[in-house]
T-cell receptor, first 116, second 107 residues
Framework: SAVISQKPSRDICQRGTSLTIQCQVD?????MFWYRQQPGQSLTLIAT?????????ESGFVIDKFPISRPNLTFSTLTVSNMSPEDSSIYLC?????????????FGSGTRLTVV | DAKTTQPPSMDCAEGRAANLPCNHS???????VYWYRQIHSQGPQYIIH???NNETNEMASLIITEDRKSSTLILPHATLRDTAVYYC????????FGAGTTVTVRA
């Protein structure tokens, strides 16, 4: 299975600023996913990022607010732009692993963001 | 939108089996059922998955009904460290999380 390193693990940011979260995988993967988990809530998929193409955003999420880069098969970044306190959440990246009956997903440990 | 429904919470006694139900009545023939858990807002941890046969690993057992419209995750001997939110998901090329079941294991 793949091992994900996500940075930073936590941050406190001022409103109006931007934060870029990095997701590094120890093996090449086709699809990477970014999730948001608001306090006390379940995970919500933000977007799917494939290498060499634009990210696909879920309803309610836009590229201007959450730009994503996917420069190669082992790395992706998510930027939370022009932050407000409502953006305080845990942000997680996930990758697909395996094939066929062993296909699944693994998750990073998350970035806990607090906007003040 | 999540394609599964789970009870919001359940308690379990330490050392006893915990049976977590999940309904996925709209599941398609080639979609797998996955179970993950999340402890203290860490990243979700994979538990087990299956298509139509029952599955068992070192963490749990997964029982899928013959019509595949529901499944049960079994933690055979629950410990206090199994206290977590458990998510049942159906894979349609991306994982959509529902609210999950908050499992509290009590001594």
């Amino acid at each position: 299975s793949a091992v994900i390193s996500q940075k930073p693990s936590r941050d406190i940011c001022q409103r109006g600023t931007s934060l870029t979260i990095q997701c590094q995988v120890d093996s090449q993967v086709t699809m990477m996913f970014w999730y948001r988990q608001q306090p006390g809530q379940s995970l919500t998929l933000i977007a799917t990022a494939n290498q060499g193409s634009e990210a696909t955003y879920e309803s309610g999420f836009v590229i201007d607010k959450f730009p994503i880069s996917r420069p190669n098969l082992t790395f992706s970044t998510l930027t939370v732009s022009n932050m407000s306190p409502e953006d305080s959440s845990i942000y997680l990246c996930s990758v697909e692993i395996g094939q066929g009956s062993d296909y699944g997903y693994t998750f990073g440990s998350g970035t806990r963001l607090t906007v003040v | 939108d999540a394609k599964t429904t789970q009870p919001p919470s359940m308690d379990c006694a330490e050392g006893r089996a915990a049976n977590l139900p999940c309904n996925h009545s709209t599941i398609s023939g080639n979609e797998y059922v996955y179970w993950y858990r999340q402890i203290h807002s860490q990243g979700p941890q994979y538990i087990i998955h299956g298509l139509k046969n029952n599955e068992t690993n070192e963490m749990a057992s997964l029982i899928i009904t013959e019509d595949r419209k529901s499944s049960t995750l079994i933690l055979p001997h629950a410990t206090l460290r199994d206290t977590a939110v458990y998510y049942c998901l159906v894979n349609d090329y991306k994982l959509s999380f529902g609210a999950g079941t908050t499992v509290t294991v009590r001594a």
